[in-house]
């Protein structure tokens, strides 16, 4: 230790007021007695110490073992972030997850017995920073962001930085320039020096591959120090399934039976890959193990509804296809012979891993059944760190939420489906989506771990140990490896970075993504594609707290009082759709078809119209949605332009609106009651973002908009067009030598486009608007799904001849062709203009001359 606690500074940190401080704390005695309990607390001296002796700490400890909830305290103890100290700023702490960053903060002020604003957080959305902030919670894209405005970091004195082992994006990006920040914090002037201390910043982490940061020389020059946590891990068990089924929902269910009717008591923590997914499962489980009456609190009403809405929605189309899925579960019948798989047998519990007398028989206790993803309001999520009703067992269905951020007590059955969801960024396109995959090793073992916190435990892995052998990777890759990185270049480069592909990443991407993301932020118009360097319209941009796509698209937006409207688009396009129906889990098993002979799409067709079925109910519920309440005002809308899929957004958050943005609304329409209200703060937030940041524009603030005209309509599909104009689809017909004359089309199904970036071609999604339309020449994307064959989504029609205008940057523009008279106009007599033959994109598609 005391080699650990040699100082490894970057600057003078010897005149530390903050030893000399203490901050007395009252917590409540229980508190008090549990939080002593936590390894992390044994440590406090060792931890203090290094903090004060080094700008750099990483305290590296098994998840539980109160990282998050005590580091912060110690600091807070120790004087750092009090007024009358020298390190009076506030202490930081970043989290990459939502649910962690608000019920981190909340449980941190509960322990400190302090207020929401004494230890706050703040979220995209929602904040409770005041004057009086101590404790700072926030998702590490918010610090991102103030960076860009304050690059020293001047109102903090310290910073931890959690949950680095996830490798999120934000996460890495964020210790690559926090490593900068601590090198110009230490090398101030002698005057500033007086007001601005060095900066500390702390490195939490589970325990997984700490060395990409502690031996990355470009990062930290000095290794930092390492403080591992060591915490008691009970022993865990674990067992295979013997076969790996289609169905990991339907067999966690049947798992969770076995494991709540025979084992003895302990919580049952479930980890599933979505909202969806969890919904469906805590549906079956609630009807199959009634729960005790509860007292009814608020939280559990939403979480209920929620619960509720996926239940008749897929009652009605599936027409009570769960109920005999639960008999045949609970007889046992049909399933055994396949693959003489006792396992399907609910009456042998040789796969339990339990001996005879140890088997409980509990039959019928409730199940205290709780849900646990993001878009879960607050309050529920924090159900799961309340004691279960007396008598019943507590059951948690979490994403992999509660694999590292949040530690829930009492578990000691784990049901691991060994699946996530992913967002996956295809680099050819640069089109990103969500997958479902394996996870990894690392991240299969963390999950176990979760059952034995408190005693030895069991994890049930619903997959075969060859498919964990052959299948799942050591650890997941770095979410850099994986994601649309212009957001954050852009980012970088409002924060002058540059060079971007010199910057000290934790692991550094591959060049070629930096490359395409510089590329795209110049067709964008955001950077200049020479010299590399933000533009003005780049730097503006960068303001706003979306995807470069959709900043683009608003400030684009600002003709004919647009704006409100493009507001509006991109709050939904960044909070995300926000229909109850999940297309990317419904869709996950279309290659399955894609092996098979390639020849006959029609069949194909057919076969992805299947997949869909379960949602044409849901879909059509859509559009009525669309068509039939134009703002609720209309009977007649003439003005609903069935040219774009992304306008139906318009649509909803103009009717959610009129309607008094309602819970029932939202009930009645099959939308996300969350993500309705999120689009709602988003737009509040972009409004008054425009308002205050841009007096000259003059923005109508009332969320109720007034129906949009042709004209606007119109100019919104050019707005769309110009933040998606790199994803671009080209009639394939058009591009025939004919032209396409020789072929008419009744609708827009089966007609096949050109992709602008690789050979392959793609149809229109079924559950698209211009689905059943008469096909346009050109379209532009959202989204390209890679099923048994390519599927356009978020679809929107464009004309030809805007892409010259709009997507400059793509176009390269011919000889001007002969013209006997060249037209002169306006006052300005240099500028003539003749007739020329743009050509679209890499493979120089002809575009209709422009005069
Ligand atoms: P780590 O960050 O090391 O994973 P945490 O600080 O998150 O550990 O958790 C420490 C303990 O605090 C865990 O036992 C966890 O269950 C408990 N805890 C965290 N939040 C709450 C809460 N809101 N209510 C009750 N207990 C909580
Ligand atoms: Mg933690």
């Known amino acids: 230790k005391t080699q650990l606690l040699k100082s490894n500074t970057e600057g003078d940190l010897s005149n530390d007021v903050a030893k000399h401080f203490s901050v007395t704390v009252n917590r409540k005695p229980e508190i008090q007695a549990a939080r002593l309990k936590l390894p992390v607390c044994g440590e406090e001296q060792v931890i203090m110490e290094a903090i004060r002796n080094n700008t750099v700490v990483i305290i590296c400890g098994e998840t539980g073992s109160g990282k998050t909830t005590q580091v912060p305290q110690f600091l807070y103890e120790a004087g750092w972030s009090h007024p009358e100290s020298d390190n009076s700023g506030l202490i930081g702490v970043t989290q990459p997850r939502r649910v962690a960053t608000v019920s981190m903060a909340k449980r941190v002020g509960e322990e400190l017995n302090l207020s929401e604003q004494e230890v706050s957080y703040q979220i995209r959305y929602d904040a409770t920073v005041s004057n009086n902030t101590r404790i700072k919670f926030m998702t590490d894209g918010v610090l991102l962001r103030e960076l860009s405005e304050d690059l020293l970091l001047t109102k903090y004195s310290t910073l931890i930085i959690d949950e680095a082992h996830e490798r999120n994006l934000n996460t890495d990006i964020l210790i690559g320039v926090v490593s900068r920040v601590l090198k110009l914090r230490a090398d101030l002037s002698r005057e500033d020096r007086q007001r601005i201390k060095p900066l500390r910043v702390v490195i939490m982490s589970a325990t997984l591959r700490v060395s990409d ?237 979760r059952a034995g916190r408190t005693g030895p435990g069991h994890c049930y892995r619903l997959f075969s140990s060859a498919v964990f052998d052959h299948d799942f990777a050591q650890f997941s890759k770095p979410e850099i490896e994986r994601m649309p990185i212009e957001g954050v270049v852009l980012n970088m480069k409002a924060m002058n970075i540059d060079n971007v592909i010199n910057f000290p990443f934790p692991t550094p991407p591959p060049k070629e993504n930096l490359f395409k993301a510089e590329k795209l932020l110049g067709y964008l118009g955001a950077v200049n594609s020479t010299t590399k360097r933000i533009t003005e319209f780049g730097d503006t941009m960068s303001m706003f707290p979306i995807t470069p796509r959709f900043s683009k698209m608003l400030i684009t937006g600002q003709q004919h009082d647009c704006l409100p409207y493009v507001i509006a688009i991109v709050s939904a396009l960044s909070v995300g759709d926000p229909f109850i129906q999940d297309y990317h889990l419904d869709e996950t098993q279309p290659g399955e078809s894609a092996n098979e002979e390639d020849d006959d799409d029609d069949d194909l067709a057919e076969q992805e119209l299947g997949n869909l079925k379960k949602q044409s109910v849901f879909d059509k519920q859509r559009r009525k949605l669309t068509r039939k309440k134009y703002y609720q005002s209309q009977v007649k809308h003439a003005g609903l332009d069935p040219k774009s899929d992304i306008l139906k957004f318009l649509n909803v958050v103009g009717a959610y609106e009129y309607s008094g943005a309602t819970t029932k609304f939202c009930d009645e329409n099959f939308l996300r009651p969350k993500a309705m209200e999120d689009i709602r703060k988003l737009r509040r937030q972009l409004t008054n973002m425009v308002a205050s940041n841009f007096p000259h524009i003059n923005i109508c603030v009332d969320p109720q908009m007034k129906p949009p005209s042709k004209l606007q309509l119109k100019l919104l599909r050019q707005v769309i067009t110009a933040g998606l104009i790199d994803c671009v689809a080209m009639r394939q017909d058009v591009l025939d030598t004919d032209g396409g004359k020789g072929l008419s089309f009744k609708n827009a199904n089966n007609v096949p486009y050109k992709l602008m970036w690789s050979d392959e071609v793609a149809y229109i999604h079924p559950s698209s608007i211009l689905y059943g339309q008469s096909p346009p020449p050109v379209l532009i994307y959202s989204e390209l799904f890679k099923g048994g064959r390519n599927w356009l989504k978020g679809v929107t029609a464009v004309e030809p001849k805007w892409l010259a205008k709009i997507g400059k940057s793509l176009c390269t523009f011919g000889r001007p062709l002969e013209y006997p008279y060249p037209k002169l106009i306006g006052d300005n007599k240099n500028h003539r203009v003749c007739h020329v033959v743009p050509s679209f994109g890499p493979k120089g598609w002809p575009l209709p001359p422009i005069e």
């Open 213 to 449: 940061f502690t031996e990355n020389k470009a990062l930290f020059p000095t290794p930092p120090p390492v403080i591992n946590v060591n915490a008691r891990q009970f022993p865990v068990n674990i067992h295979f399934n013997r076969r790996t089924p289609d169905d990991h929902v339907g067999e966690a269910f049947k798992k969770v039976s076995k494991i709540h009717e025979r084992l003895p008591h302990g919580g049952i923590l479930i980890f599933l890959t979505g909202q969806n997914e969890i919904t469906q499962l805590c549906k079956r489980l609630r009807k199959k193990y009634p729960a005790l009456p509860q007292k009814s609190s608020n939280s559990a009403k939403i979480e209920e509804k929620l619960a509720n809405e996926l239940e008749s929605k897929s009652t009605k189309a599936e027409a009570g296809k769960e109920d005999l899925e639960d008999e045949d579960v609970e007889l046992g019948e049909n399933q055994i012979d396949e693959d003489f798989d006792l396992e399907s047998d609910s009456d042998d519990d040789s796969d339990l891993g339990f001996d005879e007398d140890e088997l409980d028989d509990v039959k019928d206790a409730p199940l205290h059944v709780l849900p646990l993803y993001s878009m879960l309001p607050t309050e529920a999520q924090l159900r799961v760190f309340q004691p279960p009703p007396e008598g019943t067992r507590l059951c948690v269905v979490a994403t992999n939420v509660a694999e590292t951020s949040v530690t829930i007590p009492g578990i000691r059955y784990v049901v691991d489906g060994g699946k996530s969801k992913e967002r996956r960024y295809d680099i050819d396109t640069g089109v990103q989506s969500f997958q479902v995959d394996w996870t990894s090793k690392a991240a299969a073992n963390q999950r176990a771990g």
